[in-house]
């Protein structure tokens, strides 16, 4: 099993940038790939950022050039750097653990970009 939970969402005016964080139970590095997904109602959830376990990382267009994703292997925890914040990124961000076998997902947190 493996839990993860996220943090850092919150609100947030146009242009403005925020960091989510997701921590792991275990070393990030044990799995195939770690990803960030949102999520809008009535919407299915999209892939926003990818890093594998080679730290090949992959974007969403919509995010492209502004959002960085990273892991941290000394504390067993990936980020999502978010820059340049529009309110079409408004949404409920999933940290997810890919172990090649299954996907894990965390909690969510809120991201709401807003004036």
């Known amino acids: 099993q493996v839990q993860l939970v996220e943090s850092g969402g919150g609100l947030v005016q146009p242009g403005g940038s925020l960091t989510l964080s997701c921590a792991a139970s275990?070393?990030?590095?044990?799995?195939?790939?770690m990803a960030w997904f949102r999520q809008t109602p009535g919407n299915e959830r999209e892939l926003v950022a990818r890093?594998?376990?080679?730290?090949?990382?992959t974007y969403a267009e919509s995010v492209k050039g502004r959002f960085t994703i990273s892991r941290d292997g000394a504390k067993n925890m990936a980020h999502l750097q978010m820059n340049n914040l529009t309110p079409g990124d408004t949404a409920v961000y999933y940290c997810?653990?890919?172990?090649?076998?299954?996907?894990?997902w965390g909690q969510g947190t809120r991201v709401t970009v807003t004036s």
């Open positions: 890093v594998s376990s080679g730290t090949l990382t």
């Open positions: 997810a653990a890919d172990t090649a076998t299954r996907l894990y």
């Open positions: 275990k070393s990030v590095f044990n799995f195939y790939a």
